[in-house]
């Protein structure tokens, strides 16, 4: 028998198959538990003989969660991100100390901006309240406000000094948004935390954002989890199994709004200051989970042709399926592969 659970806009496909003939049975039993952060629920399925064991590892997973979604969030004052945006951004800041973590996380970002020339940039954070999205409430600014806007948004602007771990903006009135990268830095902390643990079979999913596989399951040979089709109506669009790495998705389902019958998705390209056209969903896999999330929104954002040269320059091990806009055909998708090993449902798009 298969159990299968939500995980946003993914499924997982739980290990809960009768044995086969002969098979020694598992002492180890799937507990999962839920825990709300980040604006989203984080989820873990973790096997384990005690429940003992499982309750202690879930609480130190999600205590772990907890402290990142401290450290990085856009919606608490008291963030250290908040504090860098809050003390960096006026006129005539100087550098801003920041600990080792925060320098690490911005690092990663900033290698992730460069490697896509600016298609992912954390410094869309008043880019994100000028078209609604921080509240969700939606709005189309004006092009000048857009125009003015460009000064305060670019990776570039942000000058980051490892050795002396300080923070600076060039340019007054920034704000960083860890949104496409923020979850999967904290799902590898958490997935650090089970290491430590020996825990050797466990799956962490934030919302619909990303998913860690460590280990597998008993009798199998990693965890299965489901793409579905472009439309609701279309269940499945590939079958992918994971192990010790991490699958990111990036689409528009749950936030965007519309506006005379067209629809504005809220993964922004800063390079244009508008929300992406053309990308239907993207999922991509990459050994941590910090990478697959950047990476999802680096190809959401890019041409499906320019998402494959990304990707063979600087994350040669990802994997990649996205699903776009038919330019020919309104009503039809395309889907472009990239090192995706898994049989993709040709029905529910063109490859």
């Known amino acids: ?42 989820t873990l399925y973790l096997y384990s003989a005690s429940p003992a064991a499982a309750a202690a590892a879930s609480e130190e997973v999600f205590d772990e969660v907890d402290r990142i979604e401290q450290l990085l ?22 550098a801003v100390t920041t600990d080792p973590e925060m320098m690490d996380f911005l690092e990663q ?14 410094t869309v954070g008043r880019l994100m309240k000028a078209w609604g999205f921080f509240r969700y409430d939606g709005r189309i600014p004006m092009d000048a406000e857009l125009e003015d806007l460009r000064a305060v948004t670019g990776w570039e602007k942000v000058k980051l000094d490892p050795a002396a771990r300080t923070v600076q903006f060039t340019s007054p009135g920034i704000e960083l948004d ?25 799956m962490l ?41 991490s699958l990111s ?19 922004m390209d800063p390079r244009t200051m508008r929300p992406v056209e053309g990308r239907i969903q993207v999922s991509v896999v990459a050994p941590s989970a910090t990478a697959s999330d950047a990476l999802s929104n680096v190809v959401f954002v890019e041409t499906p042709e320019q998402s494959v040269a990304t990707l063979k320059a600087f994350a040669p091990d990802a994997h990649a399926l996205i699903v776009s806009y038919d330019a020919n055909d309104a009503e039809a998708a395309r889907c472009t592969t990239f090192q995706w090993t898994s049989s993709v449902d040709s029905t529910h798009c063109a490859l």
């Open 73 to 94: 969030s856009n919606y608490r004052e008291s963030s250290e991100l908040s504090r860098i945006n809050q003390n960096a951004q006026n006129a005539g800041a100087g």
């Open 178 to 202: 860890p949104g496409g990268i923020g979850k999967g830095f904290a799902v590898d902390a958490a997935v650090r935390i089970l290491r430590a643990d020996h825990i050797r079979a466990a």
């Open 1 to 42: 028998m298969k159990r299968w659970l939500a995980v946003g806009w993914l499924a997982i496909t739980l290990s809960v198959t009768p044995l086969a003939v002969g098979a020694a049975p598992s002492p180890l039993r799937l507990f999962t538990t839920t825990h709300p952060a980040m604006g989203t629920e984080f």
């Open 205 to 245: 999913s934030a919302g619909s954002s990303t998913v860690y596989a460590l280990g597998a399951p008993p009798h199998k040979t990693g965890w299965r989890v489901v793409v579905p089709g472009p439309l609701p109506s279309q269940k499945t669009l590939s079958v992918i199994t994971l192990r010790d790495t």
């Open 249 to 267: 998705s990036a689409d528009c389902s749950q936030k965007n709004f519309t506006v005379a019958g067209h629809r504005y998705c809220h993964i």
């Open 109 to 122: 970002s900033e290698h992730w901006s460069r490697a896509s020339n600016g298609a992912f940039d954390i």
